[in-house]
């Protein structure tokens, strides 16, 4: 098929929902590998080679079996036959980055929604789908930057080139804790039925890429849907301070949301902090 690739003895149904959606144009290309140490790494080694047009994309980099998988704070996931590990290779407005795992988490819980009614899927900032107190998926996003092409309405504006890397446990597995020290919950053990986990693949792409261009168009609107899921917000958290003063200093204080940049509103010691990346996690009480 025109524009993707299979490495021999990939997963068949998933070969299957790869081809679906390039016949239905919800993608422009693919790759598909049996295994390799992180889909994120796979496509960011795509990006810079440089030789993807606009016409190439949205592309996706499919394993079936990921080794060595990035996380924020350089933790490492791996995944077997209960795990989906997927990236997308687009192109956003360089404005519209940092709203970017926000995006995506939300196209994560539309499609979830959709496809497992009565489901309410939860968003912890900046990059955690929640279902409950348990973690389901989490999002990283990596970009590279590139200039806006000749047809571009504005020559100096900048496009940037990303990749939207998402791992999310389908397996039955029960309730488990991950290597970061999150607990998390498998998408069967939750709907009370086994998954395959390439039968939820087409809705999460196609919900993701649906997200990331309402973000361009009508970014309130996807800011007002997180801010209806976000978990932290009217709760103490306590977050890393990355300023260059104290960097590393862990600080505790109330959620507020998020403000219109997509960054999280944190009240502490009577200051507001506008925070653009970092670790947040809930403070639970003691009893």
């Known amino acids: 098929m025109t524009g993707a690739r299979f490495d021999d003895g990939v997963d068949e149904r998933g070969r299957r929902g790869v081809e679906g959606l390039l016949r239905a144009g919800v993608l422009a290309g693919a790759i ?3 295994r390799t140490d992180s889909t994120n790494t796979l496509a ?3 990006l810079r080679r440089g030789d993807l047009c606009d016409a190439q994309l949205p592309r996706l980099v499919l394993a ?11 933790r490492v996931w791996e995944s077997d036959g209960g795990t989906l590990t997927f990236s997308l290779i687009t192109a956003v407005a360089a404005a519209t980055f940092t709203g970017l795992p926000l995006a995506a988490g939300v196209g994560v819980a539309r499609s979830l929604e959709f496809d497992f009614a009565p489901l309410k899927v939860q968003l912890k900032w900046p990059n955690d789908v929640m279902l409950g107190d348990h973690k389901l998926a989490g999002i990283l996003c990596e970009g590279v930057q590139t200039p806006a092409g000749p047809d571009s309405e504005n020559d100096r504006s900048e496009d940037r080139r990303v990749v939207i890397g998402v791992g999310i446990n389908i397996g039955s597995a029960p309730e488990f804790e991950t290597a970061g020290g999150a607990r998390a919950v498998s998408l069967s053990h939750r709907v009370g039925r086994e998954l395959p986990r390439y039968e939820v693949l087409g809705g ?5 890429l649906e997200a990331v261009d309402q973000l361009s168009r009508e970014p309130d609107e996807v800011f007002k849907d997180f801010r209806s899921r976000c978990c932290l917000t009217g709760h103490p958290i306590r977050f890393v301070d ?6 590393g200093d862990a600080k505790v204080g109330q959620c507020e949301g998020i ?3 997509g960054q999280l509103r944190v ?3 009577g200051e507001l ?7 947040v996690n809930r403070v639970r009480p003691l009893n």
């Open 273 to 279: 902090r506008l925070l653009h990346s970092g670790e």
């Open 44 to 46: 960011l080694d795509e």
């Open 64 to 74: 079936d079996q990921q080794s060595g998988g990035r996380g924020r704070r350089g």
């Open 242 to 247: 990355q300023s260059p003063t104290r960097p």
């Open 204 to 208: 999460l792409v196609t919900g993701i």
């Open 259 to 261: 403000d219109d940049a």
């Open 267 to 269: 009240r502490t010691a």
């Open 32 to 34: 598909h590998v049996s």
